[in-house]
């Protein structure tokens, strides 16, 4: 903007435009999401609590590029909508078994691939760009690389 005054990205436009192009199957779900502040290696994280599934993200993210935040936001619906198929019982192991390093590997890679045949890998790759470029990268889920190929093939 020329006045120098950064726009905030909207979240809920966000999840909107998702739940329209690629998350048809997030519709029905109670979602809400808001920017706070939390540690710097977590961009965003993806929670229920009393039958509202919620993403918070990092308010360092607000004046950023959306195509990253739409690559994060793709990636915490993806969470939220594997999750929302699971009972009660099935949740709370997944969230016991998401501790140990293994399943939290596979997770996040199962979480990656998903997001990339919704649509959105270019989205996601942004995303895993920009984590890179800030030095906060955390080696999970998907390679950059992998990611990549994974791209070109669906392309």
């Given at each position: 903007?020329?006045?120098?005054?950064?726009?905030?990205?909207?979240?809920?436009?966000?999840?909107?435009?998702?739940?329209?192009?690629?998350?048809?199957?997030?519709?029905?779900?109670k979602i809400g999401t808001r920017?706070?502040?939390?540690?710097?290696?977590?961009?965003?994280?993806?929670?229920?609590?009393?039958?509202?599934?919620?993403?918070?993200?990092?308010?360092?993210?607000?004046?950023?590029?959306?195509?990253?935040?739409?690559?994060?936001?793709?990636?915490?619906?993806?969470?939220?909508?594997?999750?929302?198929?699971?009972?009660?019982?099935?949740?709370?192991?997944?969230?016991?078994?998401?501790?140990?390093?293994?399943?939290?590997?596979?997770?996040?890679?199962?979480?990656?691939?998903?997001?990339?045949?919704?649509?959105?890998?270019?989205?996601?790759?942004?995303?895993?760009?920009?984590?890179?470029?800030?030095?906060?990268?955390?080696?999970?889920?998907?390679?950059?690389?992998?990611?990549?190929?994974?791209?070109?093939?669906?392309?």
């Amino acid at each position: 903007m020329s006045d120098g005054i950064l726009k905030m990205i909207d979240l809920i436009s966000i999840i909107g435009e998702l739940m329209l192009n690629g998350y048809s199957d997030a519709v029905d779900l109670k979602i809400g999401t808001r920017y706070t502040r939390i540690p710097d290696h977590f961009s965003a994280k993806s929670f229920k609590n009393d039958g509202e599934w919620r993403i918070i993200v990092n308010r360092k993210l607000m004046n950023s590029n959306l195509k990253v935040v739409s690559g994060m936001m793709a990636h915490e619906l993806s969470h939220i909508i594997r999750m929302s198929k699971l009972s009660f019982y099935n949740q709370r192991k997944d969230l016991d078994l998401y501790r140990t390093s293994l399943y939290k590997d596979l997770d996040e890679r199962n979480t990656d691939l998903d997001v990339i045949l919704r649509g959105y890998g270019g989205e996601l790759l942004s995303y895993k760009m920009f984590l890179l470029s800030t030095g906060v990268y955390i080696d999970e889920g998907l390679t950059i690389n992998e990611a990549k190929k994974l791209i070109r093939q669906k392309g």
